[in-house]
Protein backbone atom coordinates (compact mmCIF):
# COMPACT_ATOMS: atom_id res chain seq x y z
CA UNK A 1 0.00 0.00 0.00
CA UNK A 2 0.95 3.87 -0.54
CA UNK A 3 2.91 5.78 1.97
CA UNK A 4 3.91 8.92 2.75
CA UNK A 5 6.64 9.41 4.72
CA UNK A 6 8.05 12.59 7.16
CA UNK A 7 10.64 12.84 9.34
CA UNK A 8 10.10 13.61 12.60
CA UNK A 9 11.44 16.40 13.43
CA UNK A 10 12.91 19.85 12.60
CA UNK A 11 14.40 22.88 14.33
CA UNK A 12 14.99 26.58 13.12
CA UNK A 13 16.10 29.21 14.42
CA UNK A 14 13.42 32.19 14.26
CA UNK A 15 13.85 34.55 11.20
CA UNK A 16 15.67 31.07 9.45
CA UNK A 17 14.14 28.86 6.51
CA UNK A 18 12.52 25.91 7.60
CA UNK A 19 11.88 22.99 5.06
CA UNK A 20 9.93 19.72 5.79
CA UNK A 21 10.04 17.33 3.56
CA UNK A 22 7.57 14.55 2.83
CA UNK A 23 8.10 11.33 0.59
CA UNK A 24 6.61 9.15 -1.13
CA UNK A 25 6.92 6.71 -4.84
CA UNK A 26 6.40 9.20 -7.08
CA UNK A 27 4.71 11.78 -5.05
CA UNK A 28 4.94 14.47 -7.80
CA UNK A 29 2.50 12.93 -9.44
CA UNK A 30 0.20 13.53 -7.08
CA UNK A 31 -0.98 16.66 -5.00
CA UNK A 32 -0.26 17.05 -2.04
CA UNK A 33 -1.67 18.96 1.12
CA UNK A 34 -0.16 20.72 4.24
CA UNK A 35 -1.61 20.83 7.50
CA UNK A 36 -0.09 22.97 10.69
CA UNK A 37 -1.52 21.42 13.86
CA UNK A 38 -0.37 23.35 17.15
CA UNK A 39 -0.58 21.46 20.50
CA UNK A 40 -4.05 21.16 21.36
CA UNK A 41 -5.75 22.70 18.99
CA UNK A 42 -7.49 21.54 15.90
CA UNK A 43 -5.40 21.33 12.20
CA UNK A 44 -5.80 24.03 9.95
CA UNK A 45 -4.82 23.72 5.84
CA UNK A 46 -1.72 25.82 5.03
CA UNK A 47 -1.15 24.60 1.45
CA UNK A 48 -3.56 23.08 -1.21
CA UNK A 49 -2.85 21.19 -4.26
CA UNK A 50 0.79 21.41 -4.18
CA UNK A 51 1.74 25.06 -3.77
CA UNK A 52 -1.55 26.90 -3.10
CA UNK A 53 -1.89 29.60 -0.18
CA UNK A 54 -5.87 29.36 1.32
CA UNK A 55 -7.07 32.90 2.38
CA UNK A 56 -5.20 33.61 5.66
CA UNK A 57 -2.01 31.65 5.37
CA UNK A 58 0.46 34.36 5.73
CA UNK A 59 3.37 34.29 2.64
CA UNK A 60 6.12 32.94 4.06
CA UNK A 61 4.27 29.28 3.75
CA UNK A 62 4.86 27.85 -0.10
CA UNK A 63 5.52 24.39 -1.29
CA UNK A 64 6.69 22.67 -4.00
CA UNK A 65 6.54 18.60 -5.13
CA UNK A 66 8.30 17.06 -7.76
CA UNK A 67 9.78 13.71 -8.28
CA UNK A 68 9.61 11.52 -4.85
CA UNK A 69 9.44 14.77 -2.41
CA UNK A 70 6.97 17.35 -1.75
CA UNK A 71 8.22 20.09 0.72
CA UNK A 72 6.78 22.90 2.75
CA UNK A 73 9.02 26.09 3.41
CA UNK A 74 8.72 28.38 6.53
CA UNK A 75 10.52 31.55 5.49
CA UNK A 76 11.19 33.82 7.96
CA UNK A 77 10.29 31.26 10.68
CA UNK A 78 8.65 32.84 13.31
CA UNK A 79 7.69 31.28 17.04
CA UNK A 80 4.31 31.04 16.61
CA UNK A 81 5.22 28.66 13.49
CA UNK A 82 6.14 25.78 16.26
CA UNK A 83 3.57 23.08 15.31
CA UNK A 84 3.42 19.46 13.98
CA UNK A 85 2.87 19.62 10.20
CA UNK A 86 1.61 16.70 8.50
CA UNK A 87 1.45 16.37 4.31
CA UNK A 88 -1.51 14.63 2.75
CA UNK A 89 -2.21 12.75 -0.92
CA UNK A 90 -4.59 10.34 -1.88
CA UNK A 91 -4.04 6.79 -3.46
CA UNK A 92 -6.70 4.26 -4.56
CA UNK A 93 -9.20 6.71 -3.04
CA UNK A 94 -7.72 7.01 0.19
CA UNK A 95 -6.78 9.88 2.11
CA UNK A 96 -3.15 9.29 3.79
CA UNK A 97 -1.14 11.36 6.18
CA UNK A 98 2.69 10.75 6.84
CA UNK A 99 3.46 10.40 10.42
CA UNK A 100 3.89 14.52 10.91
CA UNK A 101 6.97 16.59 11.89
CA UNK A 102 7.29 18.49 15.11
CA UNK A 103 8.71 21.96 13.94
CA UNK A 104 10.62 23.17 16.90
CA UNK A 105 11.99 27.00 16.76
CA UNK A 106 14.78 28.01 19.03
CA UNK B 1 -18.14 32.73 8.92
CA UNK B 2 -17.15 29.32 8.10
CA UNK B 3 -17.89 26.89 11.36
CA UNK B 4 -18.24 23.45 12.75
CA UNK B 5 -19.26 22.91 15.78
CA UNK B 6 -19.11 19.19 17.33
CA UNK B 7 -20.67 17.37 20.15
CA UNK B 8 -19.02 16.65 23.12
CA UNK B 9 -16.47 13.89 24.89
CA UNK B 10 -18.19 10.77 25.04
CA UNK B 11 -16.88 7.42 27.20
CA UNK B 12 -17.86 4.05 26.46
CA UNK B 13 -16.94 0.31 27.07
CA UNK B 14 -15.81 -2.25 24.66
CA UNK B 15 -18.28 -3.48 21.83
CA UNK B 16 -20.49 -0.45 22.23
CA UNK B 17 -21.35 2.33 19.95
CA UNK B 18 -20.46 6.10 19.32
CA UNK B 19 -22.23 8.83 17.44
CA UNK B 20 -20.40 12.50 16.54
CA UNK B 21 -22.35 15.57 15.52
CA UNK B 22 -21.12 17.95 13.38
CA UNK B 23 -22.91 20.85 13.02
CA UNK B 24 -22.09 23.55 10.43
CA UNK B 25 -22.61 26.78 9.64
CA UNK B 26 -21.95 29.86 7.67
CA UNK B 27 -21.70 28.52 3.98
CA UNK B 28 -23.93 26.17 1.66
CA UNK B 29 -24.20 22.98 3.48
CA UNK B 30 -24.87 20.63 0.21
CA UNK B 31 -21.74 22.18 -1.41
CA UNK B 32 -19.12 20.48 0.18
CA UNK B 33 -18.73 17.06 1.94
CA UNK B 34 -17.29 16.30 5.24
CA UNK B 35 -14.21 14.25 6.15
CA UNK B 36 -13.81 12.32 9.63
CA UNK B 37 -10.00 12.29 11.01
CA UNK B 38 -9.02 11.00 14.10
CA UNK B 39 -6.04 11.35 16.41
CA UNK B 40 -5.28 9.07 18.93
CA UNK B 41 -3.12 10.42 22.00
CA UNK B 42 -0.02 11.34 21.16
CA UNK B 43 -0.40 10.35 17.07
CA UNK B 44 -0.71 11.60 14.02
CA UNK B 45 -3.67 12.40 11.67
CA UNK B 46 -5.87 8.90 10.70
CA UNK B 47 -8.48 9.48 7.93
CA UNK B 48 -11.46 7.97 8.77
CA UNK B 49 -13.90 8.75 6.08
CA UNK B 50 -15.86 10.83 3.64
CA UNK B 51 -19.27 11.45 2.71
CA UNK B 52 -20.95 14.13 0.39
CA UNK B 53 -23.54 16.40 1.94
CA UNK B 54 -24.80 16.53 -1.96
CA UNK B 55 -25.95 13.41 -2.69
CA UNK B 56 -24.84 11.11 0.30
CA UNK B 57 -21.90 9.05 -0.99
CA UNK B 58 -19.41 7.71 1.33
CA UNK B 59 -15.57 6.18 1.08
CA UNK B 60 -14.91 4.57 4.42
CA UNK B 61 -11.08 4.13 5.31
CA UNK B 62 -10.60 -0.07 4.82
CA UNK B 63 -9.25 -0.51 7.94
CA UNK B 64 -13.14 0.78 9.43
CA UNK B 65 -14.88 -0.53 6.71
CA UNK B 66 -17.95 -3.14 8.16
CA UNK B 67 -17.93 -0.37 11.62
CA UNK B 68 -18.18 3.00 10.52
CA UNK B 69 -20.77 4.87 8.73
CA UNK B 70 -21.43 8.80 7.92
CA UNK B 71 -25.13 10.70 7.33
CA UNK B 72 -25.40 13.65 6.97
CA UNK B 73 -29.07 15.81 7.76
CA UNK B 74 -29.70 18.49 5.31
CA UNK B 75 -32.44 20.04 7.44
CA UNK B 76 -30.39 20.68 10.54
CA UNK B 77 -27.17 20.89 8.18
CA UNK B 78 -25.30 18.46 10.78
CA UNK B 79 -23.19 15.44 9.36
CA UNK B 80 -22.58 12.17 11.73
CA UNK B 81 -19.56 9.47 12.15
CA UNK B 82 -21.12 6.46 13.97
CA UNK B 83 -18.37 3.91 15.32
CA UNK B 84 -19.49 0.55 16.03
CA UNK B 85 -18.01 -2.78 18.11
CA UNK B 86 -15.98 -0.27 19.74
CA UNK B 87 -12.09 -1.41 20.87
CA UNK B 88 -9.94 0.26 22.90
CA UNK B 89 -7.62 1.46 19.90
CA UNK B 90 -10.72 3.34 19.10
CA UNK B 91 -9.88 5.79 21.28
CA UNK B 92 -8.99 8.97 20.09
CA UNK B 93 -10.18 12.99 19.31
CA UNK B 94 -12.04 12.51 15.83
CA UNK B 95 -12.41 15.78 13.90
CA UNK B 96 -14.54 16.79 11.34
CA UNK B 97 -13.48 18.59 8.11
CA UNK B 98 -15.32 20.06 5.18
CA UNK B 99 -13.86 18.61 2.20
CA UNK B 100 -13.90 20.66 -1.07
CA UNK B 101 -14.08 18.41 -3.64
CA UNK B 102 -11.43 18.51 -6.84
CA UNK B 103 -11.77 15.37 -9.48
CA UNK B 104 -11.65 12.31 -7.26
CA UNK B 105 -10.02 14.26 -4.58
CA UNK B 106 -10.87 16.53 -1.77
CA UNK B 107 -9.00 18.54 0.93
CA UNK B 108 -9.96 19.63 4.28
CA UNK B 109 -10.36 23.53 4.62
CA UNK B 110 -12.41 24.19 8.06
CA UNK B 111 -12.12 21.48 10.82
CA UNK B 112 -14.04 20.88 14.20
CA UNK B 113 -13.00 21.44 17.42
CA UNK B 114 -12.70 17.81 18.19
CA UNK B 115 -14.59 15.03 20.45
CA UNK B 116 -12.50 13.39 22.40
CA UNK B 117 -14.26 9.70 22.16
CA UNK B 118 -12.69 7.38 25.01
CA UNK B 119 -13.32 3.27 25.26
CA UNK B 120 -12.70 1.72 28.40
CA UNK B 121 -13.96 -0.98 30.31
Known amino acids: SYE ?14 ASITCSGDKLGNKYVYWYQQKAGQSPVLVIYHNIQRPSGIPERFSGSNSGNTATLTISGTQVL ?21 KLTVL | QVQLMQSGTEVKKPGASVK ?18 RQAPGQG ?3 VGWISAHNGNT ?20 AYMELRSLKSDDTAV ?11 EYYFDFWGQGTLVTVSS
Not at chain 1, 4 to 17: E, H, L
Not at chain 2, 24 to 32: H, L, Q, R
Not at chain 2, 59 to 74: E, F, H, I, P, S
Open chain 1, 4 to 17: VTQAPSVSVSPGQT
Open chain 1, 81 to 101: DEADYYCQAWDSSTALFGGGT
Open chain 2, 20 to 37: VSCKASGYTFTAYGFSWV
Open chain 2, 45 to 47: LEW
Open chain 2, 59 to 78: NYAQKLQGRVAMTTDTSTNT
Open chain 2, 94 to 104: YFCARGVAVAD
